[in-house]
């Protein structure tokens, strides 16, 4: 299985980038894991909407033009379906014995994902209502795919 992770911004703190590493090494065992960082827009506090929608725009053209051609692709949006980490297994293994062997998350910056980028989900997935830093959600969605992998593969670890 070939997984994408698309997400928004440079990731600077070093453990963030050491606990990407980490769990990128475990899934080398699991899939072939690809990262695609789009780089940011520049915003500022005093943005208005408009221009806060504007931002979402051009970092969500630049998420569109890296996901893979025939990539099944999952966001993770904050209104998008709960599942447990049961479930999540449960649903990366189905999406396996459906052929899909292909499989791109994408994780907005600051301002969130742009609608059109949204829309071209086939699935939208949540974590939480709750708000977290796109740079800690990248490490909190690799351990959850590894945890998954773990799951499916009928391994300890998950307990």
Same mark, same amino acid.
């Given at each position: ?9 440079? %990731? ?39 221009? %806060? ?24 949006? %904050? ?71 773990? %799951? ?8």
């Amino acid at each position: 299985m070939k997984i994408t992770i698309i997400s928004v911004g440079k %990731i600077k703190e070093k453990f963030f980038t050491e606990a990407i590493k980490e769990y990128s090494k475990r899934l080398s065992k699991y899939c072939k894991l690809i990262e695609e960082i789009v780089p940011d827009e520049k915003a500022d506090e005093n943005f208005s909407p408009a221009e %806060i929608e504007q931002v979402k725009q051009k970092e969500g053209q630049k998420i569109l033009n890296k996901i893979p051609k025939n990539s099944y692709i999952i966001v993770l949006d %904050i209104n998008g379906v709960q599942l447990s980490s049961e479930d999540f297994a449960k649903k990366l293994n189905t999406l396996g014995i459906e052929g899909i062997s292909d499989i791109t998350f994408i994780i907005g910056g600051s301002n969130g994902l742009w609608n059109e980028v949204i829309n071209n989900a086939d699935f939208k997935l949540s974590f939480s209502k709750m708000t977290f830093p796109h740079q800690l959600f990248k490490v909190i969605l690799l351990e959850q795919i590894y945890r998954a992998f773990k %799951i499916n593969a009928g391994e300890t670890y998950h307990k």
